[in-house]
């Protein structure tokens, strides 16, 4: 059975910082893009980040780019999204994916996580 699980998140004032963490079980992801996507409440899933296999590449949805990281530890099967200066409109249900095709489409991603509620409060 694959599995992503996340964490970190939580409620956070504008202006602070989160860390989330994906890990995975079941298969080797090492060799997945993974990325990470979120949905706030009455709007469609969107694209945040996503990184490559080797984590060389990265792609950062323009709302987000200059203020959140990803990053990965392929040793671990783990992958992070460091969110710095969050704002109230960062709001939202966060989940991880893998899949097999480097890109900010939901459906390039196989595997989902259950998702983790970040709360950025004014």
């Known amino acids: ?9 939580g409620l956070v004032q504008a202006g602070g910082s989160l860390r989330l963490s994906c890990g995975a079980s079941g298969r080797a992801f090492s060799s997945y893009i993974r990325g990470w996507f979120r949905q706030a409440p009455g ?9 490559t296999y080797g984590g060389g590449t990265t792609l950062y949805a323009d709302s987000v780019k200059g203020r959140f990281t990803i990053s990965r530890d392929n040793a671990k099967n783990t992958v992070y999204l460091q969110m710095n200066s969050l704002k109230p409109e960062d709001t939202a249900v966060y989940y991880c994916a893998a899949g097999g095709m480097f890109g900010v489409e939901p459906r390039l991603y196989d595997y989902w996580g259950q998702g983790t509620q970040v709360t950025v409060s004014s």
């Open 1 to 9: 059975q694959v599995q992503l699980v996340e964490s970190g998140g």
């Open 43 to 51: 709007k469609e899933r969107e694209f945040v980040a996503t990184i």
